[in-house]
């Protein structure tokens, strides 16, 4: 009986993974082009029983977690490993694998959900707590994934020899940067029942924050 229900939790396990691979591209493509619809779609999807939530897209948690996979496969086969991982002073020395880095990435570009939900927390008048936060947190995973993706490749290429690399880099940040702030302003303003100008500056509040936690990690981990 215990290996029965081992093959059972195998058998679910391994369609839920492979199943990723169907629906990840389709939540990319739908978190890029329509985000504030998935926004919307994903605080309204919390509210239907467990087994009712995101039927055809991956959960937004999960969508962060293999756009980090994602995009560090992707400095693997561009560039290797990470120079985070050779460096053993200080706090890089924490970072010592490539299981560890992921961990650490993901941690960090989680950081930009959770500070835009905790604005929106903020903007909707709302108390700060976990129920609070939660369903914003989602909705911004849907909204800041896309970004992730952009700035992780970014750095990526960044570190290719090649002279056009860095104007590269520079483009898909600067694009990063237009989503993001284009996205939060009309998603402020909305979730918020306040103009555009009220939603740009709750919007630019939140990227400056992100920013600024992002480049004291990077500091701190890399010596940049």
């Known amino acids: 009986m215990p290996f029965l229900i081992f093959l ?11 199943s990723w691979v169907v629906f990840y591209p389709r ?31 991956v959960s937004p948690p999960i969508f962060l977690l293999l756009t980090v996979l994602a995009a560090h496969a992707f400095e693997i086969v561009v560039v290797g490993n990470s120079p985070i991982i050779d460096n053993g002073i200080g706090l890089p020395s924490l970072v010592r694998d490539n299981t560890s880095l ?23 008048r709302q108390p700060l707590d976990r129920v609070t936060l939660q369903p914003l947190f989602y909705a ?21 020899p090649q002279d056009a690399a860095d104007k590269g880099a520079d483009a898909m940040l600067l694009a990063a940067a237009v989503f993001y702030i284009s996205v939060e302003a009309t998603w402020f303003s909305r979730e918020a029942k306040r103009g555009p100008v009220v939603g740009g500056l709750w919007a630019i509040a939140a990227f400056a924050v992100s920013a600024l936690v992002l480049g004291v990690m990077a500091l701190l981990f890399t010596g940049a």
Do not use: N
């Open 140 to 160: 911004q995973c849907f909204a800041t994934t896309p970004v992730v993706l952009l700035c992780s490749i970014a750095s990526s290429v960044s570190r290719l």
């Open 27 to 57: 939540t990319l493509w739908r978190a890029a082009s329509h985000p504030l619809r998935m926004m919307k779609r994903s605080e309204d999807e919390l509210k239907l029983p467990a087994d009712d939530q995101f039927k055809d897209v």
């Open 102 to 124: 992921i961990l650490f990435r993901l941690i960090v570009f989680a950081t930009l959900p959770v500070i835009a939900a905790a604005f929106g927390v903020a903007a909707t």
């Open 8 to 18: 059972k939790t195998f058998e679910d396990l391994l369609y839920e993974i492979m």
